[in-house]
């Protein structure tokens, strides 16, 4: 069986400048070489041009952390799929928990916001994941189920080319991480879902994020239904997101 390519992205969430940026990607493409998995990494809109051109003709691929749920119009504030287009994005995050927490942002937003994205042929990676509330009330489960399906209603039978990533809420910036136990349990209720809605399920890519790091990837990376990382505060060190990438190729060797 030939093993699907793994996923790394980076989320730098409201980080960087340009000096900051130039530096980073200068040292991530000395660094990545011919890599064995997917590199993305999803930038602040306002360096999305300069991360353009600095990752141009590296296997680094553009993304951006947010896109409009309309087309165009009077939506102050917001960018649209066509607009990420024209920067050669080819991820976009949805509904990250920070987005769906200080943002309002709902599962019906989420999946109108990934339908735009799959639409426009720009790669969605919607984010699902449960509080500490919610898991120790028993309701992981009940929880991303929930926020998966509203985006599985919207795609319009484009399932099999979106992104998924499962972030327990509890597990993101607190440096506590899920054990690859606990993730790979999660991941595999989520595959189940999406073979109820795909014959390609086996093909979506799907990441844990939530602290993940350079000590920790492998083992994640090595559960059957982990399909790659959501990398937040690691991806801005360098040398922590490029062990987290050479995790992928201990992994698939
Ligand atoms: P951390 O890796 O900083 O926990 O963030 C995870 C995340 O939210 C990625 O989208």
Redo the contacts with the bound molecule.
């Keep these: 069986m030939t093993q699907k390519q793994k996923l790394i992205a980076g989320?730098w969430?409201m980080n960087g400048s340009l000096e900051a940026n130039a530096a980073l990607l200068q040292a991530l493409r000395e660094g990545v070489g011919q890599p064995a998995c997917a590199v993305a990494v999803?930038v602040p809109a306002p360096y999305l041009a300069q991360v353009q051109s600095l990752v141009a003709g590296s296997p680094i691929a553009l993304g951006a952390q947010d896109v409009s749920q309309h087309a165009a119009g009077a939506f102050t504030g917001e960018m649209s799929t066509a607009m990420l287009r024209d920067f050669g994005v080819r991820y976009v995050?949805v509904g990250?928990?920070?987005r769906r927490q200080y943002h309002g942002e709902t599962d019906v937003v989420v999946a109108a916001k990934a339908g735009q994205a799959l639409a426009a042929g720009i790669t969605p990676v919607v984010?699902v994941g449960e509080t500490l509330e919610e898991r120790e009330a028993g309701q992981t489960e009940v929880v991303v189920r929930r926020q998966l399906a509203a985006v599985i209603e919207a795609s319009g039978g484009a399932v099999a080319d979106m992104v998924v990533?499962y972030?327990p809420v509890w597990?993101?910036?607190?440096?506590r991480t899920a054990t690859p136990e606990q993730a790979q349990a999660v991941h595999a209720v989520l595959r189940a879902q999406l073979a109820a809605a795909t014959e390609r399920a086996a093909h979506v890519p799907l990441l844990y994020?939530?602290?993940?790091?350079a000590a920790n990837a492998a083992q994640l990376l090595a559960q059957p239904d982990i399909d790659g990382g959501?990398?937040?505060?690691?991806?801005l060190k360098a040398a922590d997101f490029l062990q987290i990438i050479a995790a992928t190729q201990t992994v698939q060797a």
């Design positions: 989320n969430k999803a995050l990250h928990s920070e984010c990533a972030e597990a993101i910036g607190t440096g994020g939530g602290s993940m790091n959501l990398v937040g505060g690691a991806s």
